[in-house]
């Protein structure tokens, strides 16, 4: 079994959409945990949502 690669940190906007864009990753649900997408770019989630104290 191959192991999954990373998506990159920024969408570079083709169409058709390459295989590791994180829009992408983001649709089909495979984004690695503890990952989200903001402004096409993929960010760490606990940046974006804030760490709870």
Request: contains cysteine; proline residues 9%; positive net charge.
């Amino acid at each position: 079994m191959a192991k999954q690669r990373m998506p990159k940190k920024k969408c570079c906007v083709d169409k058709p959409r390459c295989g590791r864009c994180p829009l992408r990753a983001l649709a089909e649900g495979t984004l690695p945990p503890g990952y989200t997408v903001k402004k096409r770019r993929l960010v760490k989630a606990d940046k974006v949502l804030g760490r709870a104290a």
